[in-house]
């Protein structure tokens, strides 16, 4: 949740929530499998990720899932299960848009949150635009800080002092005639303000340099 620096982390339900269930299953069925020599079995791997077997071996195919035969026997491998829960599992409190089924399941999991409260107003005071936050999807958010009259704070942009401004203007006419271009882009990297700053403060130094040459 990018929010290591907050104590109140440490209580979020989410930090040992029903989400994390299929590692927690899959690090059970892995001991279980080493001690027996093997790998995992089909209906474990369906007890790991709540599916049934059709869908297991449709993975299987799309190589998704690494597997042996033995007899007739599947064992898939558990490196590659949990390969495939750390790359294609879904974050229910990031859930892609088409993914309603993980926003649910993650509001349900901020529900029984001691710290469900604290969360909410975090995002609210910072403005998280992706995510399930105390509860509420970024929409309701968003509506919540409406009817709440919080407005986004303006962005503050860069500004250069009068020294800088003097320096961009020397570089941009120096690069006009070595480069036969301003190098708008550069100096905005250089000086961290946007390239329109740079337009604005060079006004008129292209056609100076024209002149010049």
Wanted: proline share 4%; glycine share 8%; aromatic share 6%.
């Amino acid at each position: 949740m990018g929010t290591a620096q907050y104590t109140w982390v440490s209580q979020a339900a989410c930090r040992e929530g029903e989400h994390l269930k299929p590692f927690r299953l899959l690090k059970h069925y892995t001991a279980i499998a080493e001690s027996e020599g093997r790998g995992l079995r089909v209906d474990e791997v369906c007890t790991i990720l709540g599916v049934g077997r059709k869908a297991v071996h449709t993975m299987r195919r799309r190589e998704n899932l690494r597997s042996t035969v033995i007899g007739r026997v599947v064992y898939v491998s558990p490196e590659s299960l949990a390969e495939y829960l750390r790359q294609e599992e879904i974050d229910p409190f990031f859930p892609r848009a088409s993914q309603r089924r993980d926003a649910e399941r993650a509001i349900a999991i901020c529900r029984t949150c001691p710290v469900i409260n604290t969360c909410l107003d975090h995002a609210l005071t910072n403005y998280e635009d992706d995510g399930i936050w105390g509860g509420m999807n970024a929409k309701d958010r968003i509506q919540l800080r409406i009817s709440m009259g919080l407005r986004r704070p303006p962005v503050q942009v860069p500004l250069l002092s009068s020294d800088e401004v003097a320096e961009v203007r020397a570089k941009y006419l120096k690069n006009c005639k070595t480069l036969g271009h301003g190098g708008v882009a550069a100096l905005a990297v250089e000086y961290n303000v946007s390239e329109r700053t740079i337009f604005r403060t060079t006004k008129g130094l292209s056609a100076q340099a024209k002149q010049v040459a």
